[in-house]
């Protein structure tokens, strides 16, 4: 598997530090509004990766931060009078409502920053007794001019950093270019005890801080977020981290390209943004994300109404031409179409893993599986295959769109699963697991979730399965 490293700047083969596990930090939410369309572009995206990391055998460790300490949020909570860490879980949990609307897979850690305070004072006071960082009457300031290596990942020339740095009117810093690691600043229901004074993070140094926890101190395998973190923030999360003694911080550095409106970025400080909730009364979270996947994850995607109906026009299109609707299909099929149609299969499943294995080309991936689709609607029009024929031939369609999270089956298809069918399944599911064959126990997963059915383990041990 290939993907474009930001750091170097070229495409490599994907190599993890612990063969068969791989452990990704992506840069998640400030929870002071509501998501947009713009963040979910970037973790529809990392979505897409795990899931294609995990079908192609690694075990994923993802890690996504929440932000619910921070300056937009206090100034949100003032405005609407409410403690910051109340107004943060509020918007918190409506984003993770949202995105599971999208069909994401829950992060395997979702830490906030609130609750890991010690964690990241430790770090601080580490990168201080290396040498890298100094306290001031204002804060804790990391010292750029300590660390040589600053810019190698945004490319950005010190000289200009320095002429576009400046200081606040309360800030005592060394240098102008300085970044805060913890400020001095007290706010009710926002601030922490600390060595320095009462104060909070700055927003930097949390990133470095829950990565390292999760890794032990290890470098991650890779670091994902959108474009526009790349300067100054994940910059800065290079210098402090590897200032703190992880080097390299992280091995592989992947960004997602803008979504776009009218060729200008979606953001909420530009007053463009289209609220993801909003978005949802429109258009299903399966057509959002058909959308996404049909653009490569680090190009510019533009939003409108219409292309975001073309995403969903294409989808029913494959689930018409891959659903066999009652009373269509032959009792006796002809061998050879069929075998027409089986070798279109294998050849679009060909593509697509090649596809996904450059870079994750989702697009390509995507456009051989519909070409392929469009065989299983000519055979299924002209009534020249069998039912079974054309059951176990578009199963292995739908299989591949489940492994990007897309549901390629008409949903009166999928939900019409009986139940003896799915506890059948389910039990071979779990004798799978006894045997330690997660293979086949994932196999049996991504065959029910095709078809419209989620299973979820407990942590008991248990198998919870449920309609999509």
């Known amino acids: 598997m290939r993907s474009y490293n930001t750091l170097a700047k070229k495409i490599e083969e994907f190599e993890t530090l612990q063969p068969g596990r791989a452990v990704i930090y992506v840069c998640g939410i400030t929870p002071y509004d509501n998501s947009h369309l713009g963040h979910a572009r970037t973790y529809v ?8 990391w995990e079908h192609n055998g690694l075990e994923v460790v993802h890690i996504q931060n929440v932000t619910d300490v921070e300056d937009k949020i206090i100034r949100r909570a003032r405005e609407m009078k409410m403690p910051p860490l109340q107004l943060a879980a509020k918007f918190d949990k409506a984003s993770r409502e949202d995105m599971m609307e999208l069909g994401m897979l829950p992060p395997t850690h979702m830490p906030k920053i609130s609750e890991f305070i010690p964690q990241t004072i430790a770090l601080i006071e580490k990168i201080i007794g290396n040498g890298h960082a100094y306290a ?3 804060g804790v300031y990391f010292d750029i001019s300590s660390y040589p290596e600053y810019g190698a990942l945004s490319g ?12 606040e009117i309360d800030e005592k810093k060394k240098n102008p270019e300085d970044f805060a690691l913890w400020k001095l600043e007290e706010t009710e229901g926002a601030s922490f005890e600390s060595p320095w004074g009462v104060g909070r993070p700055g927003w930097h140094i949390e990133c470095s801080a829950m990565s390292l926890y999760y890794t032990k101190g290890r470098p991650l395998d890779a670091h994902g977020g959108a474009r526009d973190l790349i300067f100054p923030h994940h910059e800065n999360e290079i210098a402090q981290s590897q200032a703190s003694g992880t080097v390299p911080f992280c091995r592989a550095w992947m960004h997602t390209g803008f979504l776009t409106v009218n060729g200008e970025k979606m953001a909420k400080s530009l007053g ?20 996404f996947a049909m653009t490569h994850y680090r190009s510019p995607v533009d939003f409108s109404e219409s292309a975001l109906d ?18 269509e299909g032959a009792d006796d099929g002809d061998s050879a179409e069929e075998r027409k149609m089986s070798e279109s299969a294998t050849a679009a499943l060909k593509e ?8 994750f080309d989702t697009p390509n991936a995507i456009a051989a599986l519909i070409a392929s689709s469009k065989e299983f609607a000519r055979a299924k029009a002209e009534g020249s295959v069998s039912r079974k024929a054309f059951a176990i031939e578009s199963s292995r369609l739908v299989n591949a769109f489940a492994v990007l999270g897309i549901h390629a089956l008409a949903p009166t298809q999928s939900h019409g699963m009986q139940k003896d069918e799915i506890e059948m399944l389910m039990a071979q599911r779990l004798e799978a697991r006894k045997g330690k064959d997660w293979k086949k126990s994932d196999e049996i997963r991504d065959t029910l979730k095709a078809r419209g059915v989620i299973v979820e383990d407990s942590k008991e041990g248990r198998q919870i399965w449920r309609y999509a």
């Open 156 to 167: 950005q020339n010190m000289e200009k950093i320095r002429s576009g740095a400046r200081i």
């Open 272 to 291: 463009n943004f289209i609220t993801l909730r909003d978005a949802l009364k429109k258009w299903d979270g399966q057509a959002i994300r058909m959308f």
């Open 352 to 359: 697509f893993q090649e596809c996904m294995d450059n870079d």
């Open 136 to 138: 001031t009457a204002s």
């Open 310 to 327: 073309s995403a969903k026009n294409a989808l029913d299109n494959v689930r018409r031409s891959l659903t066999l609707a009652q009373g």
């Open 45 to 52: 995206a990392f979505d897409i990766i795990r899931r294609w």
